[in-house]
């Protein structure tokens, strides 16, 4: 019988759920990560950790007698937002900031006091430490090294997915967290990517959920177990709003 797999990043840990193609349930594992705290209020995860939790927790399912190659597609959901800053190579350029993060404050506090009308109209939030849009100000008044040097930015399961497959994209549930997209639009907000530190150039280009990002390639089959070519659907993570 074919397997479905969901593949879930939560703030903690990955899981991972087989399904039978009746629905049936098949098996599940999942593996913890670190998150780190080197400041009060500071809260970031190292990306790779997400991709070797990952491996990891496919071990557990395949030992748990879960035939890995029997898995025809799998989909993948995750907290959102997160964003991952990437160089030319896609390599990270540092921690990831996590949207429990409290360290930009400051930057909300000034962004409340002067585009709050702004901000809401479009992004129909306000600004927060949990958003992008203030985490990306803050590294740029603190690293601006780390902005300069980002060529690619992803969200934590659309960087997994560029990893099983070699394909970057996002979809819009993931973007509405970042403080920097216009909901009427439906696209990024060009004055608060800029505000952000970052260019439109920087940025993903959106595909919908349900949609076949990629396929696994040769060498995450190698690493995962999962079978080369294999579809990977979008997936998302949970509504900003």
Known sequence: MKILLGI???????????LGEDGSFAGEASVEY??????PGWSE???QDWWTSLCAALKKLSD???NLKDVAACALDGSTHNAVLLDGDYKPVRRTIMWTDQRSTAECEMLRSNYADRIFSSCYQMPAPTWTLPQMMWLKAHEPEALERTRHVLFVKDYVRY???GAA???RIEAQGTLFFDMKAGDWDRELVEMAGLTLEKLPSFIAPTD?????TAEAAAATGLPEGMPVVCGSSDSAV
């Open 45 to 47: 995860q190292e990306p």
């Open 8 to 18: 879930d990043y939560g703030t903690g840990g990955c899981k991972v759920t087989a």
């Open 212 to 216: 076949v990002a990629g396929y696994v």
């Open 64 to 66: 748990k007698g879960v």
């Open 34 to 39: 670190t998150t780190y705290h080197d400041h």
């Open 169 to 171: 994209a996002t979809d």
């Open 163 to 165: 990893l099983l497959t």
